[in-house]
């Protein structure tokens, strides 16, 4: 894993303060290894001030070079 890697996590359902987010966390369950989707929680800070949202993955992969190349400008860092 590298801090230049990209990810596509795929969500359970709507993460709705995702959009507006600056930074996000990323929260192993059940262990301190990231496997699958299905072992991380995706952290959202509120942008309305409440309590940060969590957003369950349901799967996790790293883009290939060509698929980080065809990103949008805005949807890289």
């Known amino acids: 894993m590298n801090v230049r890697d990209y990810y596509q996590a795929k969500l359970i359902g709507p993460c709705l303060d995702l959009p507006w987010a600056n930074s996000i966390g990323l929260e192993s369950r059940g262990s301190d290894w990231i496997c699958s989707g299905l072992d991380v929680e995706v952290i959202v800070p509120s942008h309305t001030g409440g309590g ?9 992969r790293k883009l290939t070079p060509e698929e980080v190349k065809a990103l949008p400008p805005k949807q890289k860092p």
Do not use: K
């Not at 940060?52 to 996790?60: D, E, G, I, V, Y």
């Open 52 to 60: 940060p949202q969590r957003c369950m993955a349901t799967s996790l």
